[in-house]
C-alpha cells in the first residue's frame, strides 16, 4: 500500500513534503528516508511543507527525528511553510522554541 505522505527531492539540498502526516504515513516515511535525505552532500536542508494537506502531533515527532539526525551530522535543517495547524500543535508543546520553523 502507498504511503499517503512522500518526500521528494526539488533541488540538492531542498526537499517537498507532501500528504498527510499520521501515525500511519510517519513510519513509512521515516523509514523510506532516513538514508537518502541525510546522504544529501549539502550542509544545509530545507524541507518545504507548504504542501501537507494535514498533519497530527506524530508529524511534529517526524520532524524532530529529522531535526537530531541532522544534528547528530552536522547538518542545519530548517521546515519552511508549515501549515498553520501543524504550526499550532509544536506552539502548544513547546517544540517552536526547539524546531527551526518557519510558516506559510
Known amino acids: 500500500m502507498d504511503s499517503i505522505a512522500k518526500l521528494e527531492k526539488v533541488s540538492q539540498g531542498h526537499?517537498?513534503?507532501k500528504g498527510i502526516l499520521n501515525v500511519k504515513s510517519v513510519p513509512?516515511?521515516?523509514e523510506a528516508n532516513k538514508i537518502?535525505?541525510?546522504?544529501d552532500p549539502s550542509t544545509t536542508l530545507t524541507i518545504d511543507c507548504s504542501q501537507l494537506e494535514h498533519s497530527d502531533?506524530?508529524?511534529l515527532a517526524l520532524l524532530l527525528?529529522?531535526?537530531r539526525?541532522?544534528?547528530e551530522q552536522d547538518i542545519n535543517i530548517v521546515f519552511y511553510n508549515l501549515p498553520q495547524q501543524m504550526y499550532d500543535i509544536a506552539c502548544i508543546s513547546g517544540l517552536d522554541t526547539i524546531l527551526p520553523l518557519k510558516l506559510k
Open 15 to 17: 526537499y517537498l513534503l
Open 69 to 71: 539526525s541532522a544534528q
Open 36 to 39: 537518502t535525505l541525510f546522504s
Open 28 to 30: 513509512e516515511l521515516w
Open 57 to 59: 502531533s506524530s508529524g
Open 65 to 67: 527525528e529529522w531535526y
